[in-house]
């Protein structure tokens, strides 16, 4: 059943223009339904973003797609992101890098996803509850930086963990201020350049450790 449903979901991403197959690939290694809740399995390959504890989500698989083809990971890259939530996309990053190395500030969360890299036997995620913001200054530099929370301007002190002709995908809050945009920074030396890639909806990026009874 959900063999069926996971392979329609992967046409349909085809179809919406994610033709990069090692991404296709790493998706398909992937068994959404580990990190959905028990309530939302039967749309674990609905091509929806889906709530998770702590008043988060886990990103809709199209995103998750467009985001870690724009990241254009290689297999000997070590790569930081920030906002673990249901551990989805760091396992699908997993299979494309050596290593990756993931942030998240709520604890269950954390928690949770760590239990599913064990089941999963992903071996090569190193996982840290702390403020992603601040990045993991211990393990810079890292070859790429994906932001899986919408900060309102650049967060230079992870644009400075950057490895030169590093690469960073992150949704920023719109110049306007009316929503969000995913946009792709890239480091050449000192210059950072920028481009805009799509329209998003993601959680904001909030500063600080949270609490255990916190929602957001
Ligand atoms: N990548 C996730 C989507 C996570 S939603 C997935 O595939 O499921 C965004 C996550 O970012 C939330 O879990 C939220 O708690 C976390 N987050 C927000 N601000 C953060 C910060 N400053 N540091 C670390 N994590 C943060």
């Keep these: 059943m959900d063999e069926a449903r996971k392979i329609r979901l992967l ?3 085809r179809r919406q223009g ?5 991404v296709l690939g790493a998706i398909e290694k992937v068994p959404r339904e580990a990190f ?3 309530a939302f399995l039967d749309q674990a390959y609905e091509n929806i973003a889906l709530p998770i504890a702590s008043g988060q989500t886990i990103s809709q698989p199209y995103v998750v797609a467009s985001m870690t083809a724009a990241l254009e990971v290689g297999p000997r890259m070590k790569v930081l992101e920030i906002g673990t939530g249901s551990g989805y ?3 699908v990053l997993a299979h494309l890098c050596r290593r990756l190395y993931t942030i998240e500030r709520h604890r269950d969360l954390s928690e949770e996803a760590t239990e599913k890299f064990k089941l999963l036997r992903l071996t090569n995620i190193v996982m840290q509850v702390a403020d992603g913001g601040r990045g993991w200054p211990e393990q810079a530099p890292f070859d790429r930086i994906i932001v899986t929370a919408c900060a309102d ?5 992870l644009i400075g963990q ?3 002709g590093g690469i960073m995908v992150l949704p920023l809050t719109a110049p306007d201020g009316r929503g969000q945009r995913l946009v792709r920074l890239r480091r050449d030396g000192d210059i950072i350049s920028q481009e805009d890639l799509m329209g998003v909806r993601f959680v904001p990026l909030v500063p600080g450790i949270a609490d255990s009874a916190a929602s957001t």
Excluded: C
């Design 36 to 38: 959905v809740p028990e």
């Design 153 to 157: 301007s650049r967060p230079e002190e």
């Design 18 to 22: 994610i033709a990069d197959t090692a």
């Design 89 to 91: 996309q760091a396992a």
């Design 162 to 164: 950057l490895r030169d």
């Design 11 to 13: 046409l349909e991403l």
